[in-house]
């Protein structure tokens, strides 16, 4: 995103943030969107407890890629969870945007610690297999960093199981809540809106098949390959 | 449907994708409604993965109906879901519009690979019977034109099923979602409203009561002559 | 309601209709709610298939409480279930108005065909005792006057179980839906909203507790009482 | 709440009651939120059985904190469950704002009569432990004072379970619904709002995982800590 201006790239999180709300997928504080100017070496995010009936682009704070720490001028706290927002860039080059709700379909997966099965093409059409679901914290990692340790167990979570962000644009934490992420903070709150979507359809259809099966694999990769990869013909040419 | 300049055609296939958006029916780009002109030989549909905030009735695609190709002048892909609905169109003479969607509760039951069942007068008033379940596609068929399969698919199951389109205007397939048609893509939309509506009625249905019974015949058939049929009295005379 | 003139009733029903819109109760046109002038002999109801968003005040249908018939001059079609109205108007003097719905959850319990049992203060408060349950029509009952009979078989419902209409201020159908109502065809709106609501929390609480009690008589006296009867104290005096 | 003028409190209040149905926790008349003004000794309540549609700040009633009497001059009734908001405020010195509603999924979980267990961090964050279950009043409490004991059975819970108000704003109460408190009336509303969201959760968790476990020991602090207490990092400084 270095063709953004600084301005324009707190435009973007702004519009991001504003995004969740309207999807649905926030209540009160609850979620927050980021971008990365990688050029500048900067992250834009959400302060922290801010509501979004008063947010404003001006409001949008700003860290530094390298550190994690707010970058000199700023005033305002950044959310709670910069630490796993800054992790994530620092360690995935392929991502621009990230965003973190307690959405509630998706949460509920989360707090019942079960990731979530890919039942149909809905799913299949943005995560390539089931949405993972990373292990809690331990009491220690917990002490030594809640927030950067969280991130930190996403990355692992990714590079143990062979999952690659790009093919797999989110994950449900136990006990917790969603992360979600794409190319910009747009497409990270797209994923968001998947995320939450195949949750609800996830948990209906259990409900109405307690034995459901799982996406055959070939519908599982014709719908990813619909819209991912050179053979890609859903939407219009970019 | 003759009666509509292209221009009326147009903006008749725009309204119902807007009608599918507002009745809650479409999440993101997941949803596209068509009508036929089977005096000019032209089907009308929603282009390819752009959003519905941003679509205009001059963006409507036009295809053959003969070949379903792009006609003449047109710029846009249109739908990836094209291929379908000019299948049904050429098999079906006595349907003038289709409507799919990723509906939460017919999507979930599509996941869940069951039939609805008809458990009330709600459903037979529209739909004489289940609403149908097509099996998956082959990995063949899948390889050999996924989306024209998927009409042949639901041509096929109706058949061999000795289902009329008329008296059961929509399907649910197998890990993906619903298609509904109908005379006009208003009554498609319509019908697609009605499916989803019967989905949770029948998800609900079976949380209350684990036994539920269908409908009985005598009450499936007389809301359904209610409405349909030389001895129809519901609504106002045409 | 003899003090509203015919324009006024018919307000008051047109008022009426688009209040059970507006809750969410009614989708497409699965709805209707009336009025009765017992000076005049006169009921109002909503003409039979009219879209919610193009009816006005002056399409209400009147038509005679003693017959059922249009009166002279009324050139729509009044509501399919108008014999319906008409006989639970004619049967029950103590009732005003009349609203039925598919409403989601109460419809969800009328499919399953199960009493909705008083599992709180919120039930309570309206509903002296469980939702009723009406068996399913004969088909000999059908063949005979199906809407008619509906009526006849609410009413029959009531007298054998001993119920009042004044406590229990509505019922679910076998395989149908709720009919509802009050004093007038606002009230009757009211409970129409109340049985939605009452529908939908008996629904969750079974689902979180297999083994749900239903209220305890001295908790249902006390709040049946609080808003009925001489001893009265909720609300503003009137 | 004594730096606000009477005036300033009943639009505290109004506000509040507001906020309760655009948060979607009321249907109708069923809810109510209130503030203390203790300098002035004052409870501000709305009145009883008032649409919210036509309530304005000046319908704000006044009752005494000493005696829950109306203060003179004052011609509308109280909300009938101004007792167990008097005998609160009485008894629990550190709150401000108490808001009562039948949220749907907090009073489905009142109807189960079972307490709400803490499932994840969303809970955690205002919730320290599950959210309490109050035990039906008895026949002769009711006869005794129906509204007044429900007070005290609240007090006496949180005593009996050595529970603390600012720890644990909110309980639900068998049969019956939730109540939430705070520091002002706004924050009463909030923590309603918490309740209901973490019930809904908690009902789907169960759903996708029967055998789902509570959150540990160590996350449950850790995100009650990170919003409460002196090492509190979430928001902007005060």
């Not at 960093?145 to 969280?150: A, D, F, K, P, S």
């Not at 109405?208 to 990869?229: C, E, V, Y």
Request: charged content about 20%; aromatic content about 8%.
């Amino acid at each position: 995103m270095s063709n953004l201006t600084i301005d324009e790239l707190k435009e973007s999180v702004y519009t991001a943030n504003i995004a969740l709300v309207q999807a649905g997928l926030v209540v009160l504080t609850w979620g927050n969107a980021s971008a990365v100017d990688r050029e500048r070496g900067v992250v834009a995010i959400k302060p922290s407890g801010v509501a979004y009936d008063v947010l404003t682009p001006k409001d949008i704070v700003l860290v530094s890629l390298e550190t994690g720490e707010l970058l000199p001028g700023e005033t305002m706290r950044a959310s709670s969870d910069t630490p796993t927002h800054v992790h994530l860039y620092q360690q995935w080059p392929e991502i621009g945007g990230i965003a973190h709700t307690h959405s509630r379909n998706a949460t509920s997966w989360a707090q019942a610690c079960r990731e979530i099965p890919c039942y149909g093409t809905t799913h299949a059409d943005t995560f390539y297999g089931p949405v993972p679901l990373a292990r809690p914290l331990t009491s220690e990692e917990i002490d030594a960093g809640y927030e950067l340790n969280t991130g930190v167990l996403i990355v692992e979570h990714f590079r143990e199981n062979h999952l690659d962000p790009d093919h797999v644009p989110g994950i449900i934490l136990s006990f917790h809540a969603p992360f979600a992420w794409g190319k910009t903070a747009a497409k990270a709150v797209e994923h968001a809106i998947v995320l939450e979507e195949v949750a609800g359809l996830a948990l209906r259809t259990e409900q109405i098949n307690a034995q459901a099966a799982t996406t055959p694999q070939s519908i599982l990769d014709k719908h990813f390959r619909r819209k991912h990869g050179a053979d890609a013909y859903y939407g219009q040419p970019k």
